[in-house]
């Protein structure tokens, strides 16, 4: 029993430094935890928008915008 106290004595600072590197190592993932979600947002927005142009390109190629674009100049004619 006896030897049994100092090494848990000495035991002590050594788990220390294995609790603050893993409390570091926690801190790390969320951060990289946090910066994906970030990420996936930007993304999910940058898709939102290309596909609002994709729509807008397809309109604007369409039969029915030129169509509309002629009957719009026939009747500032008027």
Known sequence: MSTLIPV????????AIVLRSLRRWQVLDVEAARREVELRRRFSRLDEVDRRVADIERYVTSPE??????IGALADRR
């Open 65 to 70: 915008f030129t169509l509309n674009r002629e």
């Open 8 to 15: 848990l004595i000495l035991s002590i600072p050594i788990l």
